[in-house]
């Protein structure tokens, strides 16, 4: 096994349920009849979560969900109270992801430093805190909303490096958003691509963290 290593987790779609297109065809099947529809709604709500975004604002704790809801429904049409109801849908949809979970703790049983960085506004990330166990696995995180900095803006790298004490020692960061990963490489950190929990503890287990 190698010696302690740090592994910084992103959350959403790597430790929790994250499957926007299934959410809006449930919540608003009229503007998504199908998966086609889904895909051009997410679009138009989210803006790819790029951040120059109306959905970044959120992110970085800048602004309210009603004054979300009042601004992505004045850009794209959509009536305020269908946007409030996806801005509000959103905490209960992050349901745990149990084998990511199960990793976590794996890792932690091998004494490894774990933290987290996530996108996340401060109402969904007060609620995460509150509700879900596997916080007391992480040594350290941070949130994008609490410290007004958003991946994949380099800021959000170095407050990390600072914040969790990163040196030269090897940092492994796990994340399913490629752009976030190729900014961490930058920082000279290695890089998972998360597809799922097996593909993410294979990689692990042949770079040594993990027992076979």
């Not at 190698?2 to 910084?8: A, L, N």
Request: aromatic share 8%.
């Amino acid at each position: 096994m190698s010696p302690q290593k740090t592994v910084i987790f992103d959350l959403g779609g790597v430790l929790l349920h994250w499957q926007p297109l299934t959410l809006l065809q449930h919540l608003l099947p009229q503007h998504a009849p199908h998966h086609a529809g889904a895909q051009a709604l997410a679009q138009q709500l989210f803006q790819g979560f790029d951040p120059g975004g109306d959905w970044a604002l959120f992110d970085l704790g800048q602004i309210e969900p009603d004054a979300l809801a009042q601004r992505i429904a004045a850009r794209t049409g959509l009536q305020v109270q269908d946007v409030q109801a996806v801005i509000e849908a959103i905490p209960p949809h992050l349901a745990t992801l149990e084998g990511t979970e199960a990793l976590l703790h794996e890792l932690r049983a091998q004494d490894h430093r774990l933290c987290f960085l996530s996108n996340m506004p401060a109402p969904y990330a007060e609620r995460l805190l509150r509700d879900k166990a596997f916080f007391s696995a992480f040594d350290d995180g941070i949130f994008s909303a609490h410290v007004q900095q958003i991946k994949p803006d380099p800021g959000i790298y170095a407050l990390a490096v600072e914040r969790f004490g990163l040196g030269a020692d090897e940092v492994w960061f796990i994340d399913d958003v490629q752009r976030n990963l190729d900014a961490a490489h930058a920082h000279g950190w290695r890089g998972v691509r998360f597809e799922s929990a097996l593909q993410v503890r294979a990689q692990l287990v042949e770079a040594g963290l993990l027992p076979i």
